[in-house]
């Protein structure tokens, strides 16, 4: 069964989730990796998908259009030529969660720390969110640290986010394990640890 990439982005719903998975299983596709989010009033759903071999990336592309639930949907769906699993560094070490006003910049200063450490990014999040002085940024990074480099990687991140004012919070993942939250607000950061 080929592998494709299936990515669609569309007005949120309820229901989309269940509408885009159950038509995959319909027609013998197998899912891998898949991620679903909500930006802004759209979503966006991106899977690696194994499909019969007697169904074309276009077919598949055709079928999905027909629900209901992606009316109005961009779809493309085409051949998946990477492997498609994932190699060690794309194992998830530590969760960082940074939260405070919204800072310009913020992501690109985090994302070159964490290349500085040679850090992979496996996810990431970022969301204006409701709180009780209005709203706060908060952004969260699922990433690959090297063990050797990964207490210093964290440390520069929380003095960054201490420089900026923003609360930093993080959770190490152990295979086989609970994650254990390691991070604390910085001192004189704005806002309580992340959740």
């Given at each position: 069964m080929p592998n494709v990439l299936v990515s669609l982005f569309c007005p949120d719903r309820?229901?989309?989730v269940a509408a885009i998975t159950g038509r995959l299983f319909e027609i013998g596709a197998n899912l891998g990796d898949t991620s679903?989010?909500?930006?802004?009033a759209g979503a966006e759903l991106t899977a690696i998908c194994s499909i019969p071999d007697h169904i074309p990336p276009e077919t598949l592309r055709d079928d999905l259009s027909g629900l209901p639930e992606l009316a109005g949907a961009t779809i493309t769906v085409s051949p998946f030529g990477l492997?498609?699993?994932?190699?060690?560094?794309?194992?998830?070490?530590?969760?960082?969660?940074?939260?405070?006003?919204?800072?310009?910049?913020?992501?690109?200063?985090?994302?070159?720390?964490?290349?500085?450490f040679k850090a992979n990014i496996v996810r990431m999040d970022a969301q204006t969110v409701p709180d009780a002085q209005g709203s706060r940024?908060?952004?969260?990074?699922?990433?690959?640290?090297?063990?050797?480099?990964?207490?210093?990687?964290l440390n520069t991140v929380a003095n960054t986010a201490g420089e900026l004012g923003l609360a930093?919070?993080?959770?190490?993942?152990?295979a086989g394990g609970p994650p254990q939250t390691l991070g604390s607000p910085v001192p004189g950061s704005a806002g309580p640890p992340t959740d």
């Open positions: 309820t229901g989309l679903f989010a909500v930006l802004g492997n498609a699993l994932q190699g060690p560094t794309a194992q998830i070490t530590h969760v960082v969660s940074v939260s405070g006003g919204d800072r310009p910049g913020l992501v690109a200063r985090l994302s070159e720390v964490f290349t500085q940024y908060v952004t969260r990074f699922a990433i690959w640290i090297p063990p050797a480099s990964s207490a210093a990687c930093c919070h993080w959770e190490e993942f152990q």
